[in-house]
C-alpha cells in the first residue's frame, strides 16, 4: 500500500520590523492618547501663561508701600503718595487737607464722611483711594464757598439745620445730591431717603429737611 503524503502548506510569512512598526497594541494606543493629552494641556498652559503674562504687563503693581496717583478732586487734579489700603477719606484728610469729610464711625454707619464719586454719593471711609483714581471726587469744599454757597448750604443757615457741626459736610452732601437729582419736584419723603444714612446725634432732621426743600424750591 502506497503512502500518500499531506499536500504542502507554504509556513505563514514572518513578521518583519515594518509589520512591528504600524501594528498598534492596546497599551501603545492608550499611550499615545495620553501622549497627545499631555502635550495639548502643556500648550494650553503656555499660551494662558502667556496671556496673563501680557495682561500682567499693563497692570501697574501697587503696593505695598507708597504709590503715586492722581485723584481730580473738586474739578483739580492732584498727586498724592498714599498705601494702597488707604482710604479716600484719609487721602482727603491727611493729604490734600480737605477736612470737609468726618472721620465719624469709619464703618460706614454715619454717614459724616459722604462725597460724591462720579457725581453719586458715598461714604469716604469705604473707597480706597487708589479705587477713585482717574474719577471725579466732589467734596462739600468743593460745593461752595463762604462767599458764594451752594443753595443748600445757604439753606442750612437759614434753617438753622446744624448745631456741632460734624455731621452737617455729609448731610449738605447728600441733601445737594437730592436737590440735583428731582430739583424743585423733591418731596419730603425723597429728603428724608436721601439723608438716611446720616446721623445727626444733635437731633436737627427736621431742619435738614427743611433745608433740603428750601434749597429745591430755589428760596
Known sequence: MTRQEPPFEPAPPRATPADHATRVSRRGLFKGAGAAAVSAALLGARETLAREAAVADEVRTQGPGL???????????????????TTLLSALRLRLDLTGAKPVCERSQCGACTVWL??????????????????EVTTVEGLGTPSDMHPVQ?????????????????????CAFAVKQHGK?????????????????????????????RAAKGE
Do not use: W
Not at 462720579?118 to 474719577?135: N, P, W
Not at 438753622?160 to 455729609?170: E, S, V
Open 67 to 85: 504709590v503715586p496717583i492722581t485723584l481730580r478732586v473738586n474739578g483739580e487734579e492732584r498727586k498724592v503718595q498714599v498705601e494702597p489700603r
Open 118 to 135: 462720579d457725581g453719586q454719593t458715598v461714604y469716604a471711609c469705604s473707597v480706597l483711594a487708589v479705587e477713585a483714581e482717574g474719577r
Open 154 to 174: 445757604a439753606a442750612f443757615c437759614a434753617e438753622d439745620a446744624l448745631q456741632c457741626g460734624f455731621c452737617t459736610p455729609g448731610m449738605v452732601m447728600a
Open 185 to 213: 419736584d423733591l418731596t419730603e419723603d425723597q429728603a428724608r431717603a436721601a439723608v438716611a444714612g446720616n446721623l445727626c446725634r444733635c437731633g436737627t432732621h427736621p431742619h435738614v429737611l427743611r433745608a433740603a426743600l
